[in-house]
């Protein structure tokens, strides 16, 4: 079956793209079985190929093949195979196109270890995110009823293909992010939704309408009684306020979430996105949270998938605890073991939302640059440990008046919403009109209620760097949303305070500078002098 399998995608690589295997196969699949219960001879090559058209037009195919010619080549090398496809291995080799998120099998192997012993109806959301192990997931549970759903019509027909045969599995063509596409409910269920889309569900009834969410409202509405659903989810549902707070609110009032997971680069394929693991259960019955930090076993190369995933850190939080928290960011979780972080909490000084003390915005996208604008740019590379270079600032050409709400004042602190590093630096206003650039967030504190250096202080501290870190949606590459920004608790002391912290900032910093001036002059002159012949 495999070499099959091998065979054919030798034979079409080159004449048809890799998206198109799938439905190619399927065609081929589909014409030859209706052929033989017709008794249509092989010979009858016209015949053959306008059946074919007419499958693909009641499959909603666009014919894959360039002419009639390719097609009757491809389809006898089919006619003499001896065994069928491996459709999962055919699949596996296109859901890389598809734009669908690869799981690896490292996180596979960490959802079939959840597996519920005791589960009578399992449903598998999207069953090509499970490829190429999901019919060893069935045959590894054969007391299990199965249903396995997916959007996409060609997948409704390769499963229905792969599963022949078992009794104990549905396939669904239906949509998890839609209301009511089932009207069952499950024991188990396990999900990958899509994420990192700019998609938004149809249905405004739901909290949030992103899809990830979508669909964790919606399995949640069909787990039966004890029913546990295991999704994963990118990182912004455990810290983002709003609507993402109002949701984690409607889970924790309505369901008990059992574990909270990190995931680790190499969990998927061709995406950087930072994700978890969580696990949620339809009862109230429970008083702990599994909480854990997973790494990445064997991960070579960055663009590899993990074959392994390791647990790093492990604790447990009490629900009431976490509700206390108003949030599911376990770096808060872990921290309370961190001396920074109890410090931070045992503090008399008041907490609150930068948000509250601060204007907080992203930079504008810039196009064009030219380096005899008037106006200066501040990017990322600009931004360094202490300072801003503006001796290499990008210049744009552009009228101020279009730039205005833009413009940066003294005192902004510029963060990087992308990068490797989280760094910050403060703005001084030069001779010239300065923006940031699109990839840099403006923190601009309210001069009455928070001061620059005070800022910039508590963000480079180690506690600091740990609650921005615990916002970053990426994982190799930092992605920080300036929304998300306002959402960071930060201490707050009097101005008084704060100025008291900026005035011996300001100055020790002066004297490193001085020291570093001081020591690279004395040893430029000891190199001119030792030079001399």
């Known amino acids: 079956m495999a070499n099959n399998t091998l065979e054919y995608m030798n034979l079409i690589r080159g004449y048809m793209g890799i998206d198109d295997y799938v439905p190619s196969a399927l065609l081929i699949a589909e014409t030859k079985e209706m052929c033989q219960s017709r008794t249509i001879p092989d010979d009858a090559k016209d015949r053959i190929y306008e059946m074919m058209l007419s499958i693909a037009d009641r499959l909603n195919i666009i014919n894959p093949f360039k002419d009639e010619t390719q097609f009757e080549r491809i389809y006898s090398t089919y006619c003499d195979f001896e065994e069928d496809f491996d459709w999962e291995m055919l699949m596996e080799n296109s859901t890389k196109r598809y734009g669908y998120t690869i799981m690896s099998n490292a996180l596979y192997n960490e959802y079939n270890k959840r597996f519920k012993l005791d589960a009578n109806t399992v449903l598998i959301a999207e069953g090509e995110k499970f490829i190429p192990n999901l019919k060893r997931l069935v045959n590894e549970h054969p007391g299990c009823s199965f249903t396995i759903t997916t959007e996409n019509t060609v997948n409704y027909h390769v499963f229905a293909r792969i599963f022949i045969g078992y009794d104990n599995v549905t396939i669904l063509n239906a949509s998890i992010y839609k209301y009511g596409f089932t009207n069952n409910r499950y024991d188990l269920i396990f999900s990958v939704p899509n994420f990192g889309t700019r998609s938004l569900a149809e249905d405004e009834n739901?909290?949030?309408?992103?899809?990830?969410t979508v669909a964790l409202e919606n399995l949640l509405l069909h787990t039966a009684s004890d029913g546990e659903l295991i999704i994963t989810m990118p990182a912004r549902i455990t810290y983002a306020q709003g609507k993402y707070g109002e949701l984690r609110s409607f889970i924790q009032q309505t369901y008990r979430v059992k574990e909270l997971s990190e995931l680790p680069e190499g969990t998927f394929e061709g995406t950087g996105i930072k994700t978890y693991l969580i696990d949620i259960i339809n009862s109230k019955s429970g008083d702990d949270i599994i909480v854990r930090r997973y790494k990445a076993e064997k991960h070579k190369k960055r663009q590899d998938t993990a074959e392994e995933l390791i647990i790093e850190e492990e604790t447990f939080v009490m629900v009431d605890e976490l509700e206390e928290f108003g949030d599911w960011n376990i770096n808060k979780i872990f921290a309370q073991q961190d001396e920074e972080w109890l410090k931070f909490q045992e503090a008399s000084v008041r907490r609150i939302a930068l948000g509250d003390v601060a204007e907080i915005f992203?930079?504008?996208?810039?196009?064009?640059?030219?380096?005899?604008?008037?106006?200066g740019v501040v990017n990322i590379s600009n931004?360094?440990?202490?300072?801003?270079?503006y001796d290499n600032l990008d210049h744009l050409d552009e009228e101020e008046r279009k730039v205005m709400n833009y413009l940066l004042k003294d005192g902004d602190v510029l963060v990087p919403a992308r990068g490797t590093a989280i760094r910050t630096a403060i703005f001084h206003k030069q001779s010239y009109p300065c923006i940031a650039s699109s990839n840099v967030i403006v923190i601009r504190p309210k001069p009455n209620m928070l001061n620059s250096v005070y800022l910039k202080i508590f963000l480079d501290s180690p506690l600091g760097k740990k609650l921005i870190s615990g916002i970053q949606q990426g994982i190799a590459i930092i992605n920080i949303s300036y929304k998300d920004l306002k959402s960071l608790e930060i201490p707050l002391p009097s101005l008084e305070e704060q100025q008291k912290k900026a005035d011996e900032y300001i100055k020790e910093f002066k004297l490193y500078k001085d020291a570093i001036a001081t020591a690279e002059k004395r040893w430029n002159e000891a190199l001119n002098k030792l030079r001399e012949l």
């Open 206 to 212: 739901f909290i949030c309408r992103d899809q990830d």
């Open 362 to 375: 992203r930079g504008k996208s810039v196009s064009r640059k030219d380096p005899t604008g008037i106006i």
């Open 383 to 389: 931004i360094g440990e202490y300072e801003i270079d």
